[in-house]
């Protein structure tokens, strides 16, 4: 069974930092496509931040261009988002996502939802300001 298994969250001021984390068990996602999404109180889920594999390209929100870096360590299946810079827009629980198809996929169809097929439970994080 796979389970994807965020950590890292937590509450930090405005302007600091935190490195969120998605250990993946169950199976293997080196050649996977994998991705973070959040939801604020109130909102729908939205895309991050996602990955192609390991050193491959990467793709951003726009308004988190520049602060976020998402990146991957295969040999710990694990995929890793630091968040620089914070602001208190921020605010959302945090979800990685895994894709169970191997290969790449375009970058239009990285920001969709309905691109993964394995979620994790979410991490909270909160920007005070």
């Known amino acids: 069974q796979v389970h994807l298994v965020e950590s890292g969250g937590g509450l930090v001021q405005a302007g600091g930092s935190l490195r969120l984390s998605c250990a993946a068990s169950g199976r293997t996602f080196t050649s996977n496509p994998m991705g973070w999404f959040r939801q604020a109180p109130g909102k729908e889920r939205e895309f991050v931040a996602a990955?192609?594999?390991?050193?491959?390209?990467?793709y951003y929100k726009d308004s988190v261009k520049g602060r976020f870096t998402i990146s991957r360590d295969n040999a710990k299946n694990t995929v890793y988002l630091q968040m620089n810079s914070l602001k208190p827009e921020d605010t959302a629980v945090y979800y990685c996502?895994?894709?169970?198809?191997?290969?790449?996929?375009?970058?239009?169809?990285?920001?969709?939802?309905?691109?993964?097929?394995?979620w994790g439970q979410g991490t909270q994080v909160t920007v005070s300001s």
């Open positions: 996502a895994a894709k169970g198809k191997t290969g790449w996929s375009p970058p239009p169809n990285l920001s969709r939802q309905t691109e993964y097929d394995y």
């Open positions: 990955i192609n594999w390991s050193g491959g390209p990467t």
